[in-house]
């Protein structure tokens, strides 16, 4: 998941308002302010306040526009124009390096901090914990490690956060479940974490986005996932940031989606080392939108209570153990159109009809010996046909594979018979 300003890609990267150097006097080299312009400044709240805002880096020229603009105002209380308050600070898709300084008190009324897409290092500082009032926390795409630090436990206002593309590590915190009950997005995508996934993280009724995608992470997944409230409701969730664009990997690729990130349910826990069966719970989630649990060593059967997912649009379950056959129930999800279950150990005939019929890629069955269905006949023939003749080994003997010759006739003759039953019982008609 990516969180953005739209056309944020497009922008230039190698602005001089985006330019910042460690200084070389201090022992820890820190994110400086320095030349950091104010056109990055997104919201001011007016405010009765009497603390003075101090526009750090901003240039003398940007300090007399937003005065004069301040005094020609005209406030009849004469007391709400005697401060301004940050509540968006945006420092995104520039080339920062260093690590991040620490929060002071004075910005205990942030609620959007991004500073995803840079080169920062090291940790979070302890001093986010200052952050009472901050909902939205974007740090990914950067080059932060460690663990995360406890201090985030204090900002519990917290309903969006991107960690993702960095290289923090050791076991997923269990107070983001415990203390983060606003949480509607978690990502965690591409990071360096260990151990279980933790099942406090089932207590978060408002999360809706769970990505922990490309980590090495191991144990099962939690059962108690059955029990996510966003996840199984209608429920709409209201983003104050909604001028945002969310990059998220579904359908097999990254779609952005404007405006929308409150009616996207997603779980995604591809690239880890979980073990076990697939959880039957999971098919609860009856408004779950998108499932990806490819790249792991799941084993167990495709449950046939997957018909109870009705508004899955992707299922990828690619590159596991799993066997046995392909629930037939599996057509029944008319909202289908990215669907992947290669590379498993899958036996039987392939399922017809509804949404199935418009998924023919042979790439999504390729790899389990043991099925077979008309798409999969097309593709052997086709692979036959562009090989040309068969080789012949020193010994005289066929150097094909003599399993995937006799898969292929027996499919193909599966897949005539099918045929022959069809039309005979048509011509009876």
């Not at 992470?217 to 059955?226: D, E, K, R």
């Not at 059967?301 to 153990?321: A, G, V």
């Amino acid at each position: 998941m990516r969180l953005m300003k739209c056309g944020a890609l497009g922008e230039d990267q190698n602005s001089p308002e985006g330019m910042i150097a460690g200084d070389e006097d201090t022992d820890r080299s820190k994110l400086s302010t320095a030349g950091i312009g104010c056109l990055q400044l997104e919201t001011i709240k007016l405010t009765s306040g009497n603390e003075e805002f101090n526009y750090m880096g901003c240039t003398e020229k940007d300090r007399k526009a937003l005065l004069v603009f301040k005094e020609g105002l005209n406030d009849s209380s004469s007391g709400r124009l005697s401060s301004w308050e940050l509540l968006t600070l945006s420092l995104s898709n520039n080339q920062f390096s260093g690590e991040i300084p620490g929060f002071g008190k004075d910005l205990s009324s942030l609620e959007i901090l991004a500073i995803a897409n840079n080169n920062l290092s090291g940790n979070i500082p302890s001093s986010i914990g200052f952050l009472g009032s901050v909902g939205v926390l974007l740090l990914n795409n950067n080059n932060l490690d460690c663990e995360l630090l406890s201090s985030l436990q204090n900002c519990t206002e917290l309903d969006t956060i991107d960690l993702g593309e960095n290289r923090f590590s050791r076991m997923v915190p269990k107070w983001i479940g415990e203390t983060l009950s606003y949480l509607s997005i978690l990502d965690l995508l591409s990071n360096l974490f260990s151990g279980n996934i933790p099942r406090q993280l089932c207590q978060l009724s408002s999360l809706h986005i769970l990505d922990l995608a490309n980590n090495n992470l191991s144990g099962i997944v939690p059962h108690c996932l059955g029990n996510m409230t966003a996840l199984i409701s209608n429920s709409y969730k209201y983003y104050y940031w909604q001028n945002k664009c969310i990059n998220l990997v579904m359908k097999g690729k990254e779609l952005e989606y404007i405006y929308t990130a409150g009616l996207v349910k997603s779980i995604d826990f591809s690239i880890n080392n979980l073990t076990a069966e697939i959880p039957e719970e999971i098919t609860g989630l009856l408004k779950l939108g998108s499932l990806n649990l490819s790249i792991n060593s799941l084993t167990g059967k495709i449950s046939e209570k997957i018909r109870n997912l009705k508004m899955l649009e992707t299922l990828d379950l690619s590159r596991n153990q799993l066997f046995g056959s392909i629930p037939q129930s599996l057509s029944s999800l008319s909202f289908m159109s990215h669907l992947n279950l290669s590379y498993n150990n899958l036996s039987g005939k392939i399922p017809l009809g509804n949404q199935l019929q418009t998924l023919n890629d042979p790439s999504i069955y390729e790899g389990n010996q043991a099925l077979c269905g008309p798409s999969l006949v097309a593709k052997y023939l086709g692979d036959e046909a562009s090989q040309g003749p068969s080789s012949i080994g020193d010994n005289g003997e066929d150097k094909d594979d003599e399993d995937g010759s006799e898969m292929l006739w027996f499919c193909t003759s599966m897949a005539l018979g099918f045929i022959g039953g069809f039309w005979g019982v048509c011509g009876t008609l």
